[in-house]
């Protein structure tokens, strides 16, 4: 076994410590974050290389829906108010899926935070993300840690102003593609990329890529945690999310403490040892500068990078790992019951090991079935239900639909035949990217004809009208019935529309309005 003295103690300070919090308006301090390594940096790695891949590059993912709908498979098409997602088409009135989505998303968070805590503030939370790149580029320019910290305090020299400003050029570089990429989602991609270079885009792109550059630049590149602490309200409302049998990021001070830093010196002297050797490793890697030595804090996004370190530091002295841990609630209280004798005593390293120095029987260890429980299943079938619901509403929606509005003023006239004539707007609503011959039929209304303004056709009961590809056709129909076959003021009957190359069909019910004083 290593001796504690063959691993380096880092000075570092947590900047907002649980047993001394800062006032709410304290002046920043700055956080150098060393760079972590191990499974949970690796993993952070990945999420960040598809979440950065995902956002910059879906633009330019083409899909082929024809030759009349756009190519560009994820669009939000403001001018035609079309939402595109490869096969899936939104219309306006379709904004329900959006919003089925959004509580899918919703619902989604409340499973992740019940079961992992913040794991999506630890790994895919744009913030999060953002911050782990501009601090690659800050790293790779600056140095780690020491070096950071050393240029920072160090006066102004040109090589300094130079490694600076090469630093801020590309954090806005960074700033810059990110709010470019946003706007080629509202537009198709390759075009609106030559517009913007050659300066011929609508005003609103410019206004846009400046604004998302500014808020990139701030804040990833300088607000970095503060954005977490004081601007974000997840912190705040993850405690409703969370019960005993979350797992968060732990130290298990059941098994870290008494900790020292010269262990043998401690024990020699017969005093209490715990696994902690305080050597800061852990602050030293954290993102937002705490430490969680301190406990759980409403700073902590359980990005787990204290753990990779607090593992490596285990490793060099031949200890477990785990001295930070994810774990539950209910284990950490049940393994602080055994160190602590029932809470009788302060943390006794003694009472969870053998004499042999292996853990002893009796202490909780976590078990993913754990998580699996009535609050994690119920969240669970609230999201299926949710997506289940959405895919069979657009599995069996339809691509066809009729809309009709009867003329309120008048809303008849007897014709001098003594017919009666009502008039309709009647909506045909073609949802697929390719024309269509609708036919529209009357059905009901004995003896009605309907004749279509703009159509140069004799009066019948039913028209081939053409409709264009992914389009609103209007129609005004007038509807008259000869008035010795008015039965009623009011008479229901039926417009229908069909498709006959798909058998798509839509009906709709109206209404045909005559005098109550007929003779």
Not at 338 to 362: C, E, H, M, W, Y
């Amino acid at each position: 076994m290593l001796d504690q003295t063959q691993v380096e103690r880092l000075e570092a300070e947590a900047v907002n410590s649980a047993k001394t919090r800062q006032p709410l308006y304290a002046a920043r301090k700055k956080i150098f974050p060393k760079r972590a390594s191990g499974r949970f940096r690796q993993f952070k790695w990945l999420v960040m290389a598809i979440t950065l891949g995902i956002y910059y590059l879906t633009p330019w993912l083409r899909w082929d829906r024809g030759s009349f709908a756009p190519d560009q498979a994820v669009l939000v098409d403001l001018a035609n108010r079309r939402f595109y997602f490869f096969f899936i088409e939104i219309w306006p009135q379709e904004f329900y899926y959006v919003a089925g989505l959004l509580m899918m998303a919703g619902v989604g968070l409340f499973l992740v935070t019940s079961t992992v805590g913040r794991a999506w503030c630890g790994y895919a939370c744009p913030q999060t993300v953002w911050v782990d790149l501009f601090l690659v580029v800050e790293r790779a320019i600056e140095g780690d840690r020491n070096a950071r910290m050393k240029m920072d305090a160090a006066p102004w020299t040109a090589r300094k102003l130079f490694l600076r400003s090469i630093k801020h050029v590309i954090w806005l570089a960074i700033g810059m593609a990110t709010g470019g990429a946003w706007i080629f989602y509202f537009a198709d991609a390759p075009t609106l990329l030559i517009e913007v270079v050659t300066g011929t885009a609508a005003p609103v792109a410019y206004v846009t890529i400046a604004v998302l550059t500014g808020t990139t630049y701030v804040f990833g590149g300088l607000m970095r945690e503060q954005v977490c602490t004081y601007m974000c309200p997840w912190p705040r409302i993850q405690a409703a999310m969370l019960d005993e049998n979350s797992l968060t990021v732990t130290y298990n001070d059941w098994r870290g403490e008494p900790r020292s830093r010269h262990a043998k010196k401690a024990l020699a002297a017969g005093q209490l040892v715990g696994d902690c050797v305080d050597c800061n490793s852990c602050v030293a890697v954290c993102p937002m500068g705490i430490d969680i030595r301190d406990g759980q804090q409403l700073e902590c996004i359980t990005c787990a990078l204290c753990l990779d370190a607090c593992d490596g530091v285990m490793d060099k002295l031949g200890r477990e790992r785990g001295l930070i841990s994810y774990a539950t609630l209910a284990d950490y209280n049940a393994n602080m019951a055994v160190a602590t004798a029932g809470g009788t005593s302060p943390v006794n390293p003694a009472l969870v090991r053998t004499p042999s120095g292996s853990f002893a029987d009796g202490l909780a260890h976590f078990h993913l079935s754990k998580i699996f429980r009535l609050r994690t299943y119920i969240y669970l079938g609230a999201w299926s239900a949710i997506g289940l619901v959405l895919v069979y509403s657009l599995l069996t929606r339809g691509r066809l639909e009729l809309n009709v509005l009867h003329d309120r003023n008048p809303q008849f006239v007897t014709l001098s035949d003594g017919s009666i004539r009502n008039g309709y707007t009647v909506k045909l609503l073609n949802m697929i990217p390719e024309p269509r011959t609708i036919e529209v039929a009357l059905h009901g209304l004995e003896g009605g004809e309907m004749s279509i303004v703009g159509i140069d056709r004799p009066p019948g009961r039913s028209f081939a009208i053409p409709v264009e590809p992914d389009r609103l056709k209007i129609l005004k129909v007038f509807v008259r019935q000869p008035a010795t076959l008015v039965k009623s003021p009011v008479q229901s009957f039926e417009f229908r529309i069909e498709d006959k190359s798909s058998s798509e069909s839509a009906a709709y019910t109206a209404s045909f309005n005559a005098s109550e004083n007929r003779k």
